[in-house]
């Protein structure tokens, strides 16, 4: 098997076969300038968003879904799709710049804290009590001599 393809290589390098399938290289200034143009669409777009107070995603999916497809379009073109991580930079940059937020928890108000432990405590310490006066709760029988 190994033998075989040996052989089908062999023959595509000698008949030029080969020369065909050589990837050319990464357009890294076609990618920049219209990645650039994608990038200032979306700037624009969340310029409104309120980012530096909270977390902005829920209300800029559809938008940051769009400029996913931007993206990766022109990385497509660009021939620079997979190549040094150029893709994954750029989007780095825009969560660094605008979901900075999104990853912080906010503690929930004592009211509601308080809310939620309290029955746990106050049935951790009534079920025993409970239990005690149901087991030594004695009925007496009428006609018993209440020995």
């Not at 098997?1 to 290589?9: G, I, N, Q």
């Not at 994954?88 to 999104?102: A, G, I």
């Not at 405590?121 to 709760?137: E, I, K, Q, R």
Request: aromatic share 12%; with cysteine; net charge negative.
């Amino acid at each position: 098997m190994v033998l075989t393809v040996s052989l089908v290589l062999l023959v595509f390098i000698w008949t030029g076969v080969a020369e065909k399938f050589v990837v050319p290289t990464c357009d890294r200034n076609m990618f920049d300038s219209n990645v650039d143009n994608c990038l200032s669409d979306f700037n624009r777009s969340l310029e409104t968003s309120g980012y530096q107070d909270s977390c902005p995603w829920p209300a800029v999916k559809r938008i940051y879904n769009k400029l996913k497809y931007c993206v990766d379009d022109w990385a497509k073109a660009s021939w620079c799709s997979g190549r040094g991580f150029l893709v994954d930079e750029v989007f780095l940059k825009v969560h660094e710049t605008y979901f900075s937020l999104c990853g912080q928890v906010i503690d929930p108000p004592l009211t509601t804290v308080i809310m939620l432990i309290a029955p746990v405590v106050m049935a951790t310490l009534f079920l025993p009590l409970l239990c005690n006066s149901l087991t030594t709760y004695n009925i007496e029988m009428p006609g018993s001599l209440g020995l």
